[in-house]
């Protein structure tokens, strides 16, 4: 069984005085504190978190036997104390943060996490808080995971998380809705999402004076502006209690707000149509598809991460030739929108996440740890690299060598496509910039990649010189 060290803290759960989460292999444990273990025990024995796992709408929990509890052994971080309870629940294949998530993947966590909680209500619970965190997503659907914040409703209690919810999923929706601004750079700047102050500081006057707006942005705003303005000597105004049928239509008609939301593209997307319109004829699409779809059955990745995903062409190609999962990296928001709608629409297990591998997604948080890097969350063992290393040299100035290094670090095989100077897609980039690539050509590149992996083979599949290198990673 397990020894102590073999059970790894999950350093983002600490928050919780309710319980902590551990890892061993494949199983997630759940520990439930003496603080937490009164409203779990009313939830388990409610029967509602069977009917919330059956229906998917929340992760599988089962508790560990006293026999099972016995086995296991827990680090010095568990703080010392036995739990009252210890929870299994399946992994999630792949952990992803909000501010990594198209405006469809948001809006679609948002609206999953309103149904959870409308359907809580009306069985006499409710939700503690309101995390987008607590959302993750197998392929494009999306699954609530702490069943710890899903506790008993008390008449006449507030809504806890309406604040939080407003931060996490509604303010950084309407501003991306309404500016054409991606809200993923100034979620990641911000893990607690976006305030109603600076919310009202961003949006076009206009959009200030719509009824949604000025019911959830505006007031609040105001009314902090001034309760930090009241003198400490005077009283606090006294909340009045909340029938649940006011906290319905408030959940209800938050509901229909994001309901109606849309992602407002203010700026023609550069790739959104490029699997349709491109550089390369039917031919070489063709070739490209052939080569992704005989390195993927023959390799058979669990996980499969696609650099520049687009709207998920080849990422559909890969899992049917059998990849199980695919993580996508774009950054174009539009296109990945239309990638969450052809997952949603195919029931792919696909997620295309704003990812720039120039510039990964940092640890952050507490000590830095309490949200882990991208490529510690990211366990690759394929990877498709396709039209992506031109742009990471000439237009991010990254040494050629460092390039191939990185792509090839992210998974022990894959596929790198390179493209050559000779390329319109090249030419372009370098239009308004002196060409200082001395190194950028095929020859330098093979010698590169020769350097940590074993070229497995290669094929050219454009008249312009374009080539694609499989490759095997090199034992370290």
């Given amino acids: 069984m397990p020894a102590a060290t073999a059970m790894k803290p999950d350093l983002g759960s600490f928050r919780d005085p309710a319980g902590r989460i551990y890892q061993f292999q494949d199983r997630i444990y759940r520990t439930v504190s003496e603080f937490g273990i009164g409203n779990f025990r009313q939830v388990l024995d409610s029967g509602i978190l069977r009917d919330l796992a059956d229906s998917g709408r929340c992760v599988e929990t089962r508790v560990l036997s006293d026999l099972e509890r016995a ?3 827990w680090p010095a971080t568990a703080g010392g104390s036995t739990p ?28 999953a996490h309103l149904d959870l909680h409308l359907w809580l209500l009306k069985r006499g619970f409710t939700l503690s ?28 209690e507030r809504w806890a998380g309406y604040d939080q919810f407003k931060k996490h999923f509604l303010n950084p929706l309407v501003f991306e809705a309404a500016t054409g601004v991606s809200f993923c750079t100034w979620y990641r700047g911000s893990m607690d999402g976006m305030t109603g102050a600076d919310l009202v500081r961003l949006l076009p006057w206009k959009q200030l004076w719509r009824p949604s707006t000025l019911i959830h942005a505006v007031a609040p705003a105001l009314f902090d502006r001034r309760a930090i303005a009241r003198p400490p ?5 006294k909340l009045t209690p909340l029938p649940k049928s006011h906290l319905i239509a408030l959940v209800e008609s938050l509901r229909r707000i994001v309901l109606r939301l849309r992602a407002r593209k203010s700026v ?13 004829s039917s031919g070489e699409r063709d070739a490209k598809r052939s080569a992704v779809t005989a390195f993927v059955r023959e390799t058979q990745p669990m996980l499969l991460l696609d650099i520049g995903c687009n709207t998920g062409e080849y990422a559909e190609a890969a899992l049917d030739a059998g990849a199980k999962l695919v993580i996508g990296a774009e950054r174009d928001r539009a296109a990945l929108d239309a990638a969450f709608k052809r997952a949603l629409s195919k029931k792919l297990n696909f997620q295309a996440l704003d990812l720039d591998i ?20 990211l366990k690759a063992d394929g990877l498709l690299a396709l039209a992506v290393l ?15 290094r990185t792509l090839v670090d992210l998974a022990p095989t894959g596929i790198i496509e390179f493209v050559p100077k000779s390329d319109s897609q090249v030419k372009r980039l370098l239009q308004l910039r002196s060409d200082i690539f001395h190194d950028y050509e095929i020859g330098h590149f093979e010698s590169y990649l020769a350097c940590s992996a074993r070229i497995v083979s290669q094929a050219r599949i454009s008249e312009s010189g374009r080539t694609l290198f499989r490759y095997e990673r090199l034992s370290a």
Avoid: C
């Fill in 71 to 73: 086995q296991l052994s």
């Fill in 84 to 111: 009252a309870e210890v929870l299994a629940h399946p992994l999630i294949p792949f952990i992803s943060y909000p501010f990594e998530w198209s405006f469809e993947a948001l809006r679609a966590a948002a609206l």
């Fill in 129 to 156: 808080d309101a995390s987008a965190f607590n959302m993750q997503f197998i392929g494009p659907v999306p699954i609530h995971i702490d069943v710890l914040s899903i506790v008993p409703h008390v008449e006449g």
């Fill in 233 to 237: 000597e005077l009283k606090q105004p």
């Fill in 268 to 280: 023609a997307s550069a790739w959104l149509d490029y699997e349709t319109v491109n550089t390369y």
């Fill in 358 to 377: 120039a510039n990964p997604s940092p640890g952050q948080g507490w000590r830095g740890t309490e949200r882990r890097p991208f490529t510690d969350r």
């Fill in 390 to 404: 031109h742009h990471l040299v000439i237009a991010n100035n990254i040494p050629l060598f460092e390039a191939v």
